[in-house]
């Protein structure tokens, strides 16, 4: 497939209150301008959620920190990045003069870190935020945010003082209930949930009996987490019919995009499969999009903002 070849989208998504293009976005970490930007249009993509963006950079941590295996990668990059006003002078106005739609996802390590950020971010084109309360790969605040209700609640009813923005709050798959995490998230003020982020995992190099990565664990992703990620997003959609769901994890094709679409998710995100083939959210927008034809009343329900 030519992913440059024009294209007149026919099936559009509405996402607490902004409306997409087509129901395909690119996931938190896996999508970079410099490194993605040249292989297709940005602006055609439903929406370009960038890397987690920090109030001060961050160096993520020690090499190596990915360890690849048949249909999964485990990764340990430790949200990694140049910092909030980097970002706000750097990628954030590229990518908005390249006409994209645009979710910041915003790590911290405390409270205090995720309020100067979303802060910061109040006032600036971004259109949405996605606040990272699960990454399994930072020591403090990431996944232990987002596996606590009460901590996860203080965290949101405060950013939601902050910003009148759609925010995302983007859940982890670590819990015993994520049911119970995701009424926490919308009670405390949040529009839309995306999940899931990684599950914990590891490798182990035989040669030396010693972890492949660095950080010893990581989180996995990639093709072997699609059925449970689409669990997940099936059980927060029958357990909360009304909030937004963006479906994450595994998906490399058009047709496991519209998986979760029937489980009940308003849109995707592309990850790991964009680390394979950077042309990946594209071909799989394109291809979501042709699926769309012959199903008219999901289509229908989508461009509404309701969900299957
Ligand atoms: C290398 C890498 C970096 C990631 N960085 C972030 C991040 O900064 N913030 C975040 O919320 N999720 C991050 N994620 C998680 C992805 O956005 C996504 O939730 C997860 O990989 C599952 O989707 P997939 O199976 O399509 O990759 C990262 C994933 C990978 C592989």
Known sequence: MNVLAPHE???KTI???????????????????DACGDYYDVSQMGAICTKGVSPVPWEGNPSPRTAEGP??????VGLQNPGVD????????????????????????SDEDYAQVVEKLADSEADMLEINVSCPNVSHGGMSVGTDPVVLSRLIKHLRTLTDKPM????????TDIVQIAHAAVDAGADALSLINTLVGMRIDINTGKPIIANRTGGVSGPAIFPIALSFVWRVRQAIPDIPIIGIGGIDSGEKA????????????VGAAALVDPTAPMRVARELDELLDSRPELAAKLAKGQTW
């Open 258 to 269: 519209l998986e979760y679409l029937y489980a009940g998710a308003n849109a995707v995100e």
């Open 168 to 175: 995302i709050v983007k859940l982890s798959p670590n819990v």
């Open 15 to 33: 996402v607490a209150g902004t409306e997409w293009k087509n129901p395909v976005g690119t996931a938190s970490g896996t999508f970079q301008l």
């Open 86 to 109: 980097h970002y706000l002078v750097d990628e954030l106005p590229r990518l908005k003069k390249l006409g994209a739609m645009v979710i910041t996802n915003v790590a911290g390590h």
């Open 9 to 11: 989208w026919r099936h």
């Open 71 to 76: 249909s999964s990668m485990v990764n340990a």
